[in-house]
């Protein structure tokens, strides 16, 4: 079976940082990579699908990339509402759909 | 505009099954490339996806819960139900149902419902 990791694991910024997230899986999975984001208390929004595309009504600070098994999710420049948990998912092989462990953002 | 719903029991007893409903609109399992998954959530944790089914009545379902998952699917009402026996307390969780598109967004779920909490106690 496929799995997913992200790393870190909980990261602390500050405003205007640039902010690199990593998901990586244990085969490839070409592109079929998503990445999510999840506010306390609330439903997992649709960033990123096909590893790079951004979903729309997404703000362009988000960004993605990568192919195979390693995949970055980048905020150009954190802003305070972009404090959440982010999820990968990929989406290819056994099991069909897996999701990473999620990396916890906070403002520094 | 599209939306997701489920509904269910917020409470569940050890051994019981969990029959699980998602209502939609504004979209419609019978067109090519469009599927409805279930995904939950224990209070604290990550997501985990449990079963996903396709316009074409397709299944699939996470390997270590095949077992006890069922997904089907009734187009005319627009519903996607999900039943999962033998529930035991660590199924405690949000349990959310999400519109996965496989050719527009490579599997991605772009749309999700709102969740409904279930919790496993006697």
């Given at each position: ?13 500050s ?16 592109n ?77 | ?38 995904i ?28 006890r ?25 949000t ?28």
């Open positions: 079976d496929i799995q997913m990791t992200q790393s870190p694991s909980s990261l602390s910024a405003v205007g940082d640039r902010v690199t997230i990593t998901c990586r899986a244990s085969q490839g999975i070409s079929y990579l998503a990445w999510y984001q999840q506010k306390p208390g609330k439903v997992p929004k649709l960033l990123i699908y096909a590893a790079s595309t951004l979903q729309s009504g997404v703000p362009s600070r988000f960004s993605g990339s990568g192919s195979g098994t390693d995949f970055t999710l980048t905020i150009s420049s954190l802003q305070p509402e972009d404090v959440a948990t982010y999820y990968c998912q990929k989406y290819n092989s056994a099991p069909l759909i897996t999701f990473g462990p999620g990396t916890k953002v906070d403002i520094k | 505009q599209i939306t997701l719903k489920e509904s269910g029991p917020t409470l569940v007893k050890p051994t019981q099954t969990l029959t699980l409903t998602c209502t939609f609109s504004g979209f419609s399992l019978s067109t090519s490339g469009v599927g409805v998954g279930w939950r959530q224990p209070p604290g944790k990550a997501l985990e996806w449990l079963a996903l089914i396709y316009w074409d009545d397709d299944k699939r379902y996470s390997p270590s819960l095949k077992s998952l069922t997904i089907t699917k009734d187009t005319s009402k627009n519903q996607v139900v999900l039943t999962m026996t033998n529930m035991d307390p660590v199924d405690t969780a349990y959310y149902c999400a519109r996965n598109l496989i050719y527009l967004t490579a599997g991605a779920f772009d749309i999700w419902g709102q969740g409904t909490m279930v919790t496993v106690s006697s």
